[in-house]
């Protein structure tokens, strides 16, 4: 989301989605896999 400052509100908002779709990805698989 840090990349996406210098450009629209919309554009933010769809970093900071993705960023938190993976977010949240990643910390499945950490439980899943006992991390």
Request: glycine share 8%; proline share 3%; charged share 40%.
């Given at each position: ?19 938190n ?15």
């Amino acid at each position: 989301p840090d990349k996406l400052q210098h450009m629209d509100e919309a554009h933010q908002k769809g970093g900071e989605e993705k960023f938190n779709k993976v977010q949240e990805a990643y910390e499945q698989l950490q439980k899943e896999r006992g991390f």
